[in-house]
């Protein structure tokens, strides 16, 4: 008999081909695949594990990377034969409310607290890719780092939350020595910094001016930034990114921006807002479609 998983409630193109608990740990944030193996991180089961999808009917479930003690690692990147893991505060944890993690920013709650998690991006070298080796981390003083940007060469690009600040930031990372990745480049809303005195144009204790993260095109980084819209920058000075546009839309419209997409052979930009409460009792959620 066919298990659920075999026969979900809607599919259209998609052919059911395989299935693993991922050693007993069945939750997944994010996933990356290199050279027939797969990277899942967990949100709940913290840490990662490696999963070999070499035959996809197959997939045999490999080593779990356990997070340090109050961490997550749930979000990662690959590239140039490396694995890019985020090290933060598990903020499910340290905000049990999820209505409360999204709908407000958190940045001086953390200034508050003791540090009892880790807090950085940890570099992996995958020349054997069912057996990642650590080779590299870099160290940031705050909450830690959100999603991270990397598909290759010189530079990564992240989310970060740094002590002073009301929430995540634009930051750029220097990976021209893997084995010890620099935070080089840093860019924010006016009014996150709260450290250096400056005060916010909106209620952070009702909106999240906060980078989700930014996908890059050439010398482009377009940016979700939840509450805070569409912020684009210019990257080509890496340490010194500029802004082009913020595009704001909440309010009128409801919040949440999460997802960028440029398309640059149609001239075209995809950004998505995230729902996060059943029903929409979050509002309704749009993708916008720029030229």
């Known amino acids: 008999m066919a298990s659920s998983v075999e026969t979900?409630?809607?599919?259209?193109?998609?052919?059911?081909?395989g299935h693993t608990l991922q050693g007993d740990r069945a939750d997944g944030m994010q996933l990356m695949v290199h050279k027939g193996y797969a990277y899942v991180s967990h949100m709940f089961s913290n840490g990662f594990t490696v999963?070999?999808?070499?035959?996809?009917?197959?997939?045999?479930?490999?080593?779990?990377?356990?997070?340090?003690?109050?961490?997550?690692?749930?979000?990662?990147?690959?590239?140039?034969?490396?694995?890019?893991?985020?090290?933060?505060?598990?903020?499910?944890?340290?905000?049990?409310?999820?209505a409360d993690y999204y709908g407000q920013s958190f940045g001086e709650i953390f200034m508050k607290r003791p540090k009892d998690y880790e807090a950085g991006m940890r570099v992996y070298d995958l020349k054997d890719p069912a057996n990642p080796?650590?080779?590299?981390?870099?160290?940031?003083?705050?909450?830690?780092?959100?999603?991270?940007?990397?598909?290759?060469?010189?530079?990564a690009y992240a989310s970060a939350l740094l002590?002073?600040?009301?929430?995540?930031m634009f930051i750029?990372?220097?990976?021209?020595?893997?084995?010890?990745?620099?935070?080089?480049?840093?860019?924010w809303i006016p009014g996150q910094n709260i450290a250096a005195g400056e005060k916010p144009s909106w209620?952070?204790?009702?909106?999240?001016?906060?980078?989700?993260?930014?996908?890059?095109?050439g010398d482009t980084a377009y940016g979700a930034w939840r509450d805070g819209s569409l912020v684009i920058l210019d990257v080509k000075d890496r340490?010194?990114?500029?802004?082009?546009?913020?595009?704001?839309?909440?309010?009128?419209f409801e919040g949440g921006?999460?997802?960028?997409?440029?398309?640059?052979?149609?001239?075209?930009?995809?950004?998505?807002?995230e729902g996060t409460m059943d029903d929409c009792q979050d509002g309704i959620k749009r993708i916008w479609v720029f030229d």
């Not at 750029?172 to 860019?187: C, Y």
């Not at 990114?241 to 309010?251: A, F, G, N, T, Y």
């Not at 999460?258 to 930009?269: D, G, K, Q, T, V």
């Open 8 to 17: 979900p409630d809607f599919a259209k193109n998609i052919k059911f081909l």
């Open 51 to 98: 999963i070999d999808v070499r035959d996809p009917r197959k997939p045999i479930p490999g080593k779990y990377y356990p997070a340090a003690p109050g961490t997550w690692n749930i979000h990662m990147q690959v590239g140039d034969d490396m694995l890019l893991v985020i090290s933060a505060a598990n903020l499910f944890a340290a905000i049990p409310n999820e």
């Open 133 to 155: 080796r650590e080779i590299g981390f870099m160290e940031v003083d705050g909450v830690g780092l959100h999603r991270i940007w990397y598909t290759g060469g010189r530079w």
């Open 163 to 168: 002590t002073g600040f009301t929430d995540y």
């Open 172 to 187: 750029t990372i220097d990976m021209q020595d893997p084995a010890k990745p620099k935070l080089v480049g840093k860019w």
């Open 203 to 217: 209620d952070p204790l009702k909106w999240r001016y906060g980078h989700h993260h930014s996908v890059i095109s």
């Open 239 to 252: 340490a010194n990114p500029e802004l082009i546009v913020h595009k704001q839309w909440s309010p009128p």
């Open 257 to 273: 921006t999460h997802s960028p997409l440029p398309i640059p052979n149609r001239n075209l930009l995809l950004v998505g807002d």
